[in-house]
């Protein structure tokens, strides 16, 4: 303790040295190392390969489907493949939704077809379909607002429009038109609900998605329109008439099943039970090959958990990539592994899942205590060459992550451009061919970086607040 100003110091710095003990910054030679894991990715096409592998060879990947366990066995390959040093599953009970047909056309005043989708654990329509006026509402709070039996008989179309912005935030405000407008819809005396695709383009292809129930509401069928079509369907309202629509849609459930997380791990080599944990949900809807919506997410944080297993020497902690089950259809996967996690809740350090598309990252966020954000900022600065901006402690950590987020464990994001991930998301367009494999790469990039650093990382995170009781 030579230095004057120290000296002077003193008090604080006892204070300061007590409080920041647990949490220690990097050495020269980690940040060394993820500098060129982070340069070296750029270069690397293992995230693209797995993603062209998994949409080719696999495809759609419903959960309950053939594919969804044909992509289980993928997986496990993958990983082992890959040189992942522990390869396991999970079980997961999920309930099993069967899309049938859906059709729908305009009967009145001006009869043409639409292009339609179920929205996913929609019943179906009575054998031979509906046909029935419908009764028009801009927003899901106009079809609230309506006076009691508004809708008898009828089927409610809500128009409301997704507006398109980098951070996705137009989706939170439209799609409780898709999860609850069939409830709503119901409880007005309506039949069925139509609503407007909660999607960005103009394409002639319909976005399905998750829709609920309520248990006390009679359970009516729900089904999304092409962009175009809503648009054809409101022209034909501005003409003053009733307008009639044929609906015939065919879906049913099949019970209970047990599916898998398939998790691979790279074994820490100081404290390996203590877990950095990344990934991608494994699932995805039937529609298109789930290139983007998560195909990318899982090969992302493979690839980043190979170029990790390549290096001379393991990490400090284990890194563990999870596929997980079942998101689309509820987080059963993620949910199921917090309730199979959460008595170890201390040793998982952090968590990340890459679900939102493949495109560039360009804000990297976290969830932690005060005290590590030092070192979150050092991880900031290895990630900014690649242009990602720190923006700052209240990240989410992702869909799967979330309900381990919720009993307390730290969380970070590396924010996707989310720009025209809603022109794709959840229809027959999300193919392969959507993804740029050099901002694919930039994404491995980033993920690698942060995954490295969190391994070697000294000290335990601490806790977050936890926003769910643990009962
Ligand atoms: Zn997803």
Redesign the pocket.
């Known amino acids: 303790m030579k230095h004057p100003l120290l000296a002077i110091a003193l008090g604080s710095l006892v204070f300061l040295s007590a409080c920041d003990k647990a949490e220690q910054t990097f050495t020269q030679d980690e940040i060394k190392t993820a500098e060129t894991l982070r340069d070296n990715a750029l270069n690397e096409n293992v995230a693209y390969e797995l993603l062209e592998s998994l949409t080719t060879e696999i495809g759609p990947r419903m959960v309950g489907s053939e594919n969804e366990k044909r992509s289980i066995a993928w997986a496990i390959d993958k990983f082992e493949t890959l040189g992942f040093d522990k390869v396991y599953t999970e079980p997961v009970t999920v309930p099993r939704w069967l899309r049938g047909k859906a059709e729908a056309s305009i009967i009145s005043p001006y009869p043409q077809p639409m292009h339609i989708t179920s929205l996913g654990h929609s019943v179906g329509t009575p054998d031979g379909g509906i046909e029935a006026e419908v009764i028009h509402f801009a927003t899901l709070d106009d079809l609230k607002n309506a006076p009691e039996g508004a809708a008898d008989g009828k089927i409610v179309f809500i128009s409301n429009r997704m507006e398109r912005a980098q951070n996705g935030s137009g989706y939170g405000k439209a799609v409780p038109a898709r999860s609850t407008g069939a409830v709503e819809a119901a409880k007005k005396g309506a039949i069925a609900i139509i609503i407007r695709s909660i999607g960005t383009d103009n394409h002639r292809v319909p976005h399905t998605g998750m829709m609920r129930y309520a248990d006390d509401v009679t359970r009516i069928p729900a089904a999304a329109l092409s962009n175009p079509d809503a648009d054809v369907m409101e022209r034909q309202f501005e003409r003053g008439k009733p307008v009639t629509v044929a609906l015939n849609m065919e879906n049913s459930f099949d019970g209970e099943f047990i599916t898998q997380n398939v998790i691979g791990e790279i074994t820490g080599s100081e404290t390996p039970e203590e877990i950095v944990i990344i990934g991608?949900?494994l699932d995805?809807w039937d529609l298109g090959t789930g290139a983007i919506?998560?195909g990318a997410?899982v090969s992302i944080t493979m690839a980043v958990g190979k170029m990790i297993a390549d290096l001379p020497n393991a990490p400090r902690r284990t890194i563990r990539v999870i596929a997980f089950a079942a998101?689309?259809i509820g987080l059963f996967g993620g949910k199921a592994y917090m309730e199979q996690h959460r008595d170890n809740l201390d040793n998982l350090i952090i968590g990340a899942e890459s679900?939102?598309g493949a495109d560039r990252i360009y804000a990297f966020a976290t969830n932690v205590r005060e005290q590590a954000l030092p070192a979150m900022a050092e991880i900031a600065a290895v990630l900014k060459p690649l242009g990602i901006e720190h923006t700052g402690n209240e990240a989410g950590g992702g869909?799967d992550i979330s309900p381990l987020r919720a009993i307390g464990m730290p969380v970070a994001n590396l924010y996707q451009d989310g720009t025209r991930y809603f022109d794709l998301?959840h229809t027959a367009d999300d193919t392969l061919d959507k993804v740029d494999p050099e901002q694919l790469t930039q994404n491995v990039a980033a993920y690698v970086a942060f995954t490295y650093l969190m391994a070697q990382h000294q000290g335990k995170l601490s806790k977050i607040e936890a926003t769910e009781s643990q009962e």
């Open positions: 991608g949900h995805s919506d998560d997410g998101e689309e679900d939102f869909p998301h």
